[in-house]
């Protein structure tokens, strides 16, 4: 059975738009990656310049006691003493 010539144009037309949606997607899913990894980044700056103009300044000032002993855990793979 032979698709006729519109037939055919409106398939490669849906397929053009599901790519259309795919590229889309993924693109959104890039662009918020890039924004996570934006605020990651800032926040690593902002803990080196912090660090070297007050080094003896507790890490509580950037971070909640939770998020200091969770990174400090995942790091050392020991828990925190204090």
Do not use: H
């Not at 032979?2 to 599901?18: E, I, K, N, P, Q």
């Not at 690593?44 to 002993?69: A, D, H, K, N, Y």
């Amino acid at each position: 059975m032979d698709a006729s010539v519109g037939d055919r144009d409106f398939l490669t037309f849906l397929r053009r738009v599901s790519i259309e949606n795919r590229l889309l997607a993924t693109k959104i899913r890039l662009e918020r990656l890039l924004m996570i990894f934006l605020i990651i980044s800032y926040r690593i700056l902002q803990m080196t310049m912090l660090s070297r103009i007050v080094p003896e300044q507790s890490c509580e000032l950037l971070f909640s006691r939770e998020e200091w002993r969770v990174a400090y855990q995942v790091r050392y793979r020991k828990k925190a003493t204090n």
